[in-house]
């Protein structure tokens, strides 16, 4: 009923997502992560992609089936999340209807979270612990978009991560 869902989204509003999702800390996986979301957000500065999204428009592959679904499911949050499909799953896992409220995935309170369930989602912490970052890559961007700047973010990540008393175990 109406008054339910109303109550679902001011609960949801108001409050502390689950965090039922965690990358499970090692220095790889974290250099990793940090890499990755930090070439997807363009240097933490963008939660929504600067593209239209337009490219997305018919991508079955990720469940963009309607008219116009590739610039409403564009990438948004840290790990520019993309695709019908993919905010349906996350906003199930996250319990938050992030379909009808697409701009939920850039909320702070759940722009992390999302980055974790993607992460899961694929298994990276796997190929991180793999030391695969090419197949990190590919699973996050479908390609090998912005593979230098990906490099450079890991570089400087692990740089620092050098200087710091942090278990790979």
Same mark, same amino acid.
């Given at each position: 009923?109406?008054?339910?869902?109303?109550?679902?989204?001011?609960?949801?509003?108001?409050?502390?997502?689950?965090?039922?999702?965690?990358?499970?800390?090692?220095?790889?996986?974290?250099?990793?992560?940090?890499?990755?979301?930090?070439?997807?957000?363009?240097?933490?500065?963008?939660?929504? !992609? /600067? +593209?239209?999204?337009?490219? #997305? &428009?018919?991508?079955?592959?990720?469940?963009?089936?309607?008219?116009?679904?590739?610039?409403?499911?564009?990438?948004?949050?840290?790990?520019?999340?993309?695709?019908?499909?993919?905010?349906?799953?996350?906003?199930?896992?996250?319990?938050?209807?992030?379909?009808?409220?697409? !701009? /939920? +995935?850039?909320?702070?309170? #759940? &722009?992390?979270?999302?980055?974790?369930?993607?992460?899961?989602?694929?298994?990276?912490?796997?190929?991180?612990?793999?030391?695969?970052?090419?197949?990190?890559?590919?699973?996050?961007?479908?390609?090998?978009?912005?593979?230098?700047?990906?490099?450079?973010?890991?570089?400087?990540?692990? +740089?620092?991560?050098?200087?710091?008393?942090?278990?790979?175990?």
């Amino acid at each position: 009923n109406q008054t339910n869902r109303t109550k679902k989204v001011q609960d949801i509003q108001t409050s502390t997502p689950p965090q039922p999702h965690k990358i499970n800390l090692k220095k790889t996986r974290l250099s990793y992560f940090l890499a990755q979301i930090g070439h997807e957000s363009g240097g933490f500065r963008y939660s929504l !992609e /600067l +593209a239209s999204g337009e490219a #997305y &428009n018919n991508r079955k592959d990720l469940g963009n089936i309607y008219p116009g679904d590739g610039p409403r499911f564009k990438g948004r949050g840290w790990i520019q999340l993309t695709g019908r499909t993919n905010y349906s799953n996350a906003g199930k896992q996250l319990e938050v209807d992030l379909v009808s409220n697409p !701009e /939920l +995935a850039r909320d702070p309170r #759940y &722009n992390s979270a999302i980055a974790c369930w993607f992460w899961n989602s694929r298994n990276l912490n796997f190929h991180s612990d793999r030391k695969d970052f090419e197949k990190v890559t590919r699973l996050i961007n479908g390609g090998l978009n912005g593979w230098q700047d990906r490099l450079n973010h890991l570089q400087r990540i692990e +740089a620092i991560f050098q200087t710091m008393a942090f278990p790979d175990t």
